[in-house]
């Protein structure tokens, strides 16, 4: 059974960074597709990030492009999300997820079978 935890979220200012962290236990990683899932009040669910399972290839919602950066280490089974120049549209409840290689791109959240808890990210002078 795979687990995954968030943790990293908190409070900053417009501008500040923060680097979210997913450890997953029970399944390696190394042959899952990975993303960032958002979710704020009133908005849609939105994927933030993602990365391929064949490689370390990323993609980027067009907002936060230039600003995160996503990547994998394989040795300690952790993803991260690494936030920076965050602004208050940024703010939400992020989520990793996890999914075994099904043909489409990482970006299509609905295929994602595994879901974190989430960590608060909140964005405000």
């Known amino acids: 059974q795979l687990q995954l935890v968030e943790s990293g979220g908190g409070l900053v200012e417009p501008g500040g960074s923060l680097r979210l962290s997913c450890v997953a236990s029970?399944?390696?990683?190394?042959?899952?597709?990975v993303g960032w899932i958002r979710q704020t009040p009133g908005r849609q669910r939105e994927g933030v990030s993602c990365?391929?399972?064949?490689?370390?290839?990323?993609w980027y919602t067009n907002s936060v492009k230039g600003r995160f950066t996503m990547s994998r280490d394989s040795a300690t089974n952790t993803v991260y999300l690494q936030m920076n120049n965050l602004q208050p549209d940024d703010t939400g409840v992020y989520y990793c997820a996890a999914r075994p290689p099904k043909g489409v791109s990482c970006h299509v959240i609905d295929e994602y079978d595994n879901w974190g808890q989430g960590t608060q990210v909140t964005v405000s002078s």
């Open positions: 990365i391929h399972h064949s490689d370390d290839r990323t």
């Open positions: 029970g399944l390696s990683l190394a042959g899952s597709a």
